[in-house]
């Protein structure tokens, strides 16, 4: 499996790094080994001085397809969860002014920990979809699917024309406003509505 993340997806979280707005999305990748499953601790890299939580609905692919329509593009995700994308933001500061891909800034080991998946079935419609990740019992972050640039659908449609999609192959769709910096001894709690989904541990 591999895992694609759609960056800059989310206009409030564009202003608050002052990056640009996309006209297409901004795509990266994480390795395998970047995921974190089943509640494991994330241990603080000694590489990085500046990591970032990035809260994230993840869709999960059910099947294969390339060149994917955007009208079929539904067919190809049956499940939702929820991930966080670490980012060691000091790391992807120095890449970006050199001009340098930064992609040890995003794909380091453990810097994706995930959720269970859920059937998108429960939810009424994809475009309203709130999801949320509190640090120590406070609030950081909120996100609905509504405030999407580009919403699921497309992102896969967009994605098929480069990649070929796999079952098992993962989507982080990106990041609401409200990201920071982790510390450790910090808890940190994702819910999709008011369901915990996800709990993750700094060590």
């Not at 994917?68 to 049956?78: M, R, S, T, V, W």
């Given at each position: ?13 564009i ?12 795509i ?7 995921l974190?499953?089943n ?36 067919k ?19 890449a ?30 994809l ?25 699921f ?12 999609l ?38």
């Amino acid at each position: 499996m591999k895992i694609l993340a759609i960056g800059r997806n989310y206009a409030e979280h564009i202003k608050e790094l002052n990056n640009e707005k996309p006209d297409e999305p901004v795509i990266f990748t994480k390795p395998d080994s970047a995921l974190l499953k089943n509640g494991a601790n994330f241990y603080y890299p000694d590489y990085s001085n500046d990591i970032h939580h990035e809260i994230e609905l993840v869709l999960k692919i059910c099947k294969v397809g390339k060149n994917i329509d955007e009208k079929f593009a539904h067919k190809y995700y049956e499940e939702i969860g929820l991930g966080i994308d670490f980012t060691a933001r000091d790391l992807q500061q120095k890449a970006k002014e050199k001009g340098l891909p930064w992609a040890i800034a995003k794909g380091f080991d453990g810097s994706a920990p995930i959720s269970n998946f859920v059937s998108i079935d429960k939810f009424k419609g994809l475009n309203n979809i709130n999801f949320s990740l509190q640090v120590d019992g406070e609030v950081k972050q909120n996100g609905n699917t509504g405030m999407m640039l580009f919403n699921f659908n497309y992102m896969i449609s967009y994605l098929s024309k480069f990649f070929t999609l796999k079952k098992g192959d993962l989507i982080f769709t990106g990041t609401p406003k409200g990201v920071g910096p982790i510390a450790i001894g910090q808890k940190l709690e994702g819910y999709i509505e008011d369901e915990k989904m996800l709990e993750v541990h700094i060590k």
